[in-house]
């Protein structure tokens, strides 16, 4: 693959991430981290 870099071929890939995709995202990841801290809080207490 550094081959191909180096020698200018592309390769394609996925498109870039929207700025709504970022936010949905990050949303998802918030109400995860959420779940987990009062999970671990309520099993602690």
């Given at each position: 693959?550094?081959?191909?870099?180096?020698?200018?071929?592309?390769?394609?890939?996925?498109?870039?991430?929207?700025?709504?995709?970022?936010?949905?995202?990050?949303n998802?990841?918030?109400?995860?981290?959420?779940?987990?801290?009062?999970s671990?809080?309520?099993?602690?207490?």
């Amino acid at each position: 693959m550094d081959s191909l870099r180096a020698d200018g071929i592309k390769t394609g890939g996925l498109p870039a991430l929207t700025r709504l995709n970022r936010q949905d995202f990050a949303n998802q990841l918030d109400q995860q981290l959420t779940r987990w801290v009062q999970s671990t809080r309520s099993a602690a207490g």
